[in-house]
């Protein structure tokens, strides 16, 4: 029989550091962070250094891995290489106010354009008052204002001499003019005395009022037609005051910006817009200045400002922008809005820039998950890659839930390189559901999980560690801390011949370790402190597990770990609580009868059983079939069940134990309870690895040293499962001791021998198993069975006959 028990050397990698002599981590150098990541960093720099389209990034990998850290840094380095993008500002469009103008400017110059207006209109409203104040201004509109009054008294007084030669004088009245009859004194003749008068002298005086007021009345409708020309005479006094005021500083504002046309051709509609609305720029207290109407605008100088989206004046490289909350408005900009008079109003002063804006000509960095799980930003970023352009609208009017007039800002064009974080599921999840996504996100950086444990890995990783100490600011570690933090990286990914890339992981451990050495007052990290911040996670996490443990030992659960029993094994499992995972062993028993060869998995029949845990129950079913019923009917039938089990069981980890319980139940040979097994197990009787090993060797480890270790107690595991053990030191020194044992088997008949102390016997030449072995005692049962069975049938016939 092959010696499977594991020797205890092989159940713990120890760390060593062969030529790399060190007392802490102040004497190792620092290191790229981004360890054991070739294949990862490698796409990312080919996605970001291609600028074809769609060659967008999306980096794969779990939570905690360093990702974001790893891409902020690569595309950190690339972006000091990129030219400083140009900046983009929204400017008042005067023709149609509701869509703003964009304006492209190099990096600090729309910084600069923004002062410039800002100091033209500080300048405008001190000339512009100033023009308007002067006394030329003033006597030329007094000119007019009085050339206007004396048209109007000149020809008054025409009509007034007339009215004279005819003994009528014109009268101004609250409500008008009037004409009255006078006598030769000059005297106003009262209504008794125009009684007294002849008919036809009384007619006379009527017809010559009537004929006076008939002149009148033309006159007086030539006033407004006067005082309308003698207002554009004013506008055209004020337009010339205007521009002398304003040209030769918009002048001097345009020979700046001469290579810039489209800023020429906005100054140019300012200018025009400024001297229509001369107004804005004279004081409250100035109304008292000839037609020239009040702003009724708050702050009428908005007009003229400049919202600057993004400045880059004080970049030295291209953008990288992580966005944290990826939503609709923080991509793609939003409008504020102010209350005014009950209503709500917004202008191009109050467009705010999004994620895209600030990213422009640079990198935007994402998490994919954070992403989808915002209403529409997900889609509307599609549109936008796909565009090339930043289009500010807001959710409501893109959704068409509003029809009310809003802004609708000229598009920007963008050139930006996206980075998606996520983790594989979700990557191959928009692969398979979105046909646009590997149309936008051709490059995919996948990360490792795990790198490989050599020595120039092992260095490296020390100086990992002391990278981190630092950036961190903890205290140095010892060589022995750093060990230890080697070895439990190699538990983390539950490999002995691998390290954990999972940056967050080491890095919690490290501050744990930190602040345990602040509590013992060391100066340096020691070994126990890293142990003690290892303990002390555990604790934190493992009430479940102690409870159930507990059950155990109080027989609520029943484990036996002493004695011999057919039909009953220990399986082992694992479950999974967040980050901590531990070992729980099983109870798994099987009954077996006379029957058509079907073996029923009792925990599929009740719907607690996955579909991969009914693929090894049917695997196992095929390997009996194939060993014992060659030649001749099948004519068992079993069923198969975790005991004392209330949950969901998925897996095919305990195939290997469910195989052993079947057959120790067909021949009734019974099965040591002092060891649990775990392993799958294929068709051909080959017991294949599975995960958790030592989780499941632990868990049993502690029910056993529960109730009292005997020496005897130990646990089956896959051979191939050998290279993934990193057990605690407590288990190891059980088995170094001889009072745990650990055995490797290969195949089915290797743990069968081990669970029934007998040989499991092979074929011989005549193709039978020797009677006294396990196999032997199986093929003895199934073959009674078949002879029953063949007795039923012959006698049924027999009857039918």
């Given at each position: 029989m092959?010696?499977?028990?594991l020797?205890p050397?092989?159940?713990y990698?120890t760390?060593?550091?062969?030529?790399?002599?060190f007392?802490?981590?102040?004497?190792l150098?620092?290191i790229?962070?981004?360890?054991?990541?070739?294949?990862?960093?490698e796409?990312i720099r080919?996605?970001?250094?291609?600028?074809g389209r769609?060659?967008?990034?999306?980096?794969?990998?779990?939570s905690?891995?360093g990702?974001l850290?790893?891409?902020?840094?690569l595309?950190?380095?690339?972006?000091?290489?990129?030219?400083?993008?140009?900046?983009?500002?929204?400017?008042?469009?005067?023709t149609?106010?509701?869509?703003?103008?964009?304006?492209?400017?190099?990096?600090?110059?729309?910084k600069?354009?923004?002062?410039?207006m800002?100091q033209?209109?500080e300048?405008?409203?001190?000339?512009i008052?100033a023009?308007f104040?002067?006394d030329?201004?003033?006597a030329r509109t007094?000119e007019?204002?009085?050339?206007?009054?004396?048209?109007?008294?000149?020809?008054?007084?025409?009509?007034r001499?007339e009215a004279?030669?005819?003994h009528v004088i014109l009268i101004?009245?609250p409500?008008g003019?009037?004409?009255?009859p006078v006598d030769d004194?000059?005297?106003?003749?009262?209504?008794?005395?125009?009684?007294?008068?002849s008919?036809?002298e009384q007619?006379k005086i009527?017809?010559v009022i009537a004929?006076?007021?008939q002149k009148?009345?033309?006159?007086?409708?030539?006033?407004?037609v006067?005082r309308k020309?003698?207002?554009h005479?004013l506008?055209?006094?004020n337009?010339?005051?205007?521009?002398l005021?304003v040209?030769?500083?918009?002048?001097e504002?345009?020979n700046?910006?001469?290579d810039?046309p489209?800023v020429l051709?906005?100054?140019?509609?300012?200018?025009?817009?400024?001297?229509?609305?001369v107004r804005?720029f004279?004081?409250h207290?100035?109304a008292?200045?000839?037609?020239?109407e009040?702003?009724?605008?708050?702050n009428?100088?908005?007009?003229?400002?400049?919202?600057?989206?993004?400045?880059?004046?004080e970049k030295q490289?291209?953008?990288?922008v992580?966005?944290d909350?990826?939503?609709?408005?923080?991509?793609?900009?939003?409008?504020?809005?102010?209350a005014h008079?009950g209503?709500?109003?917004?202008d191009f002063?109050m467009?705010?820039?999004?994620?895209?804006h600030?990213a422009?000509?640079g990198?935007?960095i994402?998490?994919?998950?954070?992403?989808l799980?915002q209403p529409?930003?997900?889609?509307s970023?599609k549109r936008?890659?796909?565009s090339?352009e930043?289009?500010?609208?807001s959710?409501?009017r893109?959704?068409?839930?509003?029809?009310?007039?809003?802004l609708?800002?000229?598009?920007?064009?963008?050139d930006?390189?996206?980075?998606?974080?996520g983790d594989r599921?979700?990557?191959y999840?928009?692969?398979?559901?979105?046909p646009?996504?590997?149309?936008?996100f051709k490059?995919?950086a996948?990360?490792?999980?795990?790198?490989p444990r050599?020595?120039?890995?092992?260095?490296?990783y020390?100086?990992?560690?002391?990278?981190?100490?630092?950036k961190?600011k903890l205290?140095p570690?010892?060589?022995?801390?750093?060990a230890?933090?080697?070895e439990h990286s190699s538990?983390?990914v539950?490999?002995?011949?691998?390290?954990s890339t999972?940056?967050?992981?080491i890095?919690?451990?490290?501050v744990e370790?930190?602040?345990?050495a602040?509590?013992?007052k060391h100066?340096?990290?020691?070994?126990?402190?890293?142990q003690q911040?290892?303990?002390?996670?555990?604790f934190?996490?493992?009430r479940?597990?102690?409870k159930?443990?507990?059950?155990?030992?109080?027989?609520?659960v029943m484990i036996?770990?002493?004695?011999?029993?057919?039909?009953?094994i220990?399986?082992l499992s694992?479950?999974q609580?967040?980050e901590?995972s531990?070992?729980?062993?099983?109870?798994i028993t099987?009954?077996?009868?006379l029957?058509?060869?079907k073996?029923?998995?009792i925990?599929?029949?009740?719907?607690?059983?996955?579909a991969?845990h009914?693929k090894?129950?049917m695997?196992?079913?095929?390997f009996?079939?194939?060993r014992?019923?060659r030649?001749?009917?099948f004519s068992?039938?079993?069923s198969?069940?975790?005991?004392q089990?209330?949950?969901h069981?998925?897996?095919?980890s305990?195939s290997?134990?469910e195989l052993c319980?079947?057959?120790?139940?067909?021949?009734?040979?019974?099965?040591?309870?002092?060891?649990a097994?775990?392993?799958?197990?294929?068709?051909?009787?080959?017991?294949?690895?599975i995960?958790?090993v030592?989780e499941k060797i632990e868990g049993?480890?502690?029910?056993?040293?529960k109730?009292?270790l005997t020496?005897?107690?130990?646990?089956?595991i896959?051979?191939?499962?050998?290279?993934?053990?990193?057990?605690?030191?407590?288990?190891?020194?059980?088995?170094?001791?001889?009072?745990f044992?650990?055995?490797?088997?290969a195949?089915?008949?290797?743990a069968?021998q081990l669970?029934t102390?007998?040989?499991a016997?092979?074929?011989?030449a005549?193709?039978?198993?020797p009677?006294?072995?396990?196999n032997g005692r199986?093929d003895?049962?199934?073959a009674?069975?078949t002879t029953?069975k063949q007795?039923?049938?012959?006698?049924?016939?027999?009857?039918?006959d």
């Amino acid at each position: 029989m092959k010696n499977t028990l594991l020797d205890p050397e092989s159940l713990y990698k120890t760390c060593r550091f062969d030529g790399l002599e060190f007392e802490t981590t102040d004497q190792l150098e620092d290191i790229d962070i981004i360890m054991g990541q070739d294949r990862a960093v490698e796409s990312i720099r080919f996605g970001i250094r291609l600028a074809g389209r769609g060659y967008n990034i999306f980096a794969l990998a779990p939570s905690g891995t360093g990702k974001l850290t790893a891409v902020r840094e690569l595309v950190g380095v690339e972006a000091e290489r990129q030219p400083i993008p140009t900046e983009w500002c929204y400017v008042n469009n005067f023709t149609q106010p509701s869509r703003p103008r964009a304006l492209e400017f190099p990096p600090g110059r729309g910084k600069r354009f923004k002062e410039d207006m800002a100091q033209l209109v500080e300048e405008l409203s001190i000339a512009i008052p100033a023009a308007f104040n002067g006394d030329e201004y003033r006597a030329r509109t007094e000119e007019l204002e009085e050339e206007a009054k004396q048209r109007e008294f000149q020809e008054l007084n025409k009509l007034r001499e007339e009215a004279a030669k005819e003994h009528v004088i014109l009268i101004e009245t609250p409500t008008g003019y009037a004409f009255a009859p006078v006598d030769d004194n000059n005297e106003v003749i009262n209504a008794d005395q125009f009684k007294k008068m002849s008919e036809q002298e009384q007619l006379k005086i009527q017809e010559v009022i009537a004929n006076l007021q008939q002149k009148l009345q033309k006159l007086l409708k030539k006033f407004p037609v006067w005082r309308k020309e003698a207002k554009h005479k004013l506008k055209a006094l004020n337009r010339e005051v205007a521009e002398l005021a304003v040209n030769h500083l918009i002048e001097e504002l345009k020979n700046k910006y001469l290579d810039y046309p489209a800023v020429l051709h906005y100054l140019e509609e300012a200018q025009k817009y400024i001297i229509e609305h001369v107004r804005d720029f004279i004081p409250h207290r100035e109304a008292a200045l000839p037609f020239l109407e009040m702003p009724v605008e708050p702050n009428p100088f908005r007009h003229y400002q400049v919202n600057l989206l993004v400045d880059h004046s004080e970049k030295q490289a291209a953008p990288v922008v992580y966005e944290d909350h990826p939503n609709y408005a923080n991509l793609l900009g939003r409008f504020d809005y102010q209350a005014h008079m009950g209503s709500l109003w917004t202008d191009f002063t109050m467009i705010k820039p999004g994620a895209l804006h600030k990213a422009n000509g640079g990198y935007l960095i994402l998490d994919a998950r954070k992403l989808l799980l915002q209403p529409y930003a997900w889609e509307s970023l599609k549109r936008i890659l796909q565009s090339s352009e930043i289009r500010i609208e807001s959710l409501e009017r893109s959704l068409s839930l509003i029809s009310t007039t809003s802004l609708e800002p000229e598009q920007i064009p963008l050139d930006v390189k996206i980075i998606l974080l996520g983790d594989r599921m979700l990557y191959y999840l928009l692969s398979y559901y979105d046909p646009e996504f590997q149309d936008l996100f051709k490059v995919a950086a996948d990360f490792d999980e795990s790198v490989p444990r050599d020595d120039s890995a092992v260095m490296d990783y020390a100086r990992f560690l002391a990278t981190i100490v630092r950036k961190e600011k903890l205290h140095p570690m010892t060589q022995q801390a750093v060990a230890r933090v080697i070895e439990h990286s190699s538990r983390l990914v539950g490999d002995s011949e691998k390290l954990s890339t999972h940056l967050r992981s080491i890095s919690d451990l490290l501050v744990e370790a930190n602040y345990w050495a602040e509590t013992n007052k060391h100066a340096n990290i020691l070994l126990s402190d890293v142990q003690q911040a290892i303990d002390h996670k555990i604790f934190r996490s493992d009430r479940i597990r102690e409870k159930l443990y507990e059950n155990i030992h109080r027989g609520i659960v029943m484990i036996d770990t002493q004695g011999k029993v057919a039909g009953q094994i220990n399986g082992l499992s694992v479950l999974q609580l967040g980050e901590f995972s531990f070992g729980q062993p099983s109870r798994i028993t099987a009954t077996t009868r006379l029957g058509n060869g079907k073996i029923v998995d009792i925990e599929r029949e009740t719907e607690l059983g996955g579909a991969i845990h009914s693929k090894g129950v049917m695997i196992l079913s095929s390997f009996i079939a194939a060993r014992y019923a060659r030649q001749t009917p099948f004519s068992m039938m079993a069923s198969l069940v975790f005991e004392q089990s209330y949950g969901h069981i998925d897996g095919d980890s305990a195939s290997l134990a469910e195989l052993c319980v079947i057959l120790s139940s067909v021949s009734q040979v019974p099965l040591c309870q002092n060891l649990a097994v775990t392993g799958s197990v294929n068709q051909l009787g080959q017991v294949q690895p599975i995960g958790g090993v030592n989780e499941k060797i632990e868990g049993f480890f502690d029910i056993c040293n529960k109730k009292g270790l005997t020496g005897e107690q130990g646990v089956i595991i896959p051979e191939s499962n050998v290279k993934h053990l990193m057990l605690r030191q407590d288990v190891v020194h059980a088995a170094r001791e001889g009072r745990f044992h650990i055995h490797a088997v290969a195949t089915v008949d290797q743990a069968l021998q081990l669970l029934t102390q007998m040989q499991a016997g092979e074929r011989n030449a005549q193709g039978e198993f020797p009677k006294d072995s396990f196999n032997g005692r199986v093929d003895a049962q199934l073959a009674h069975f078949t002879t029953i069975k063949q007795k039923f049938l012959k006698n049924e016939q027999h009857k039918q006959d």
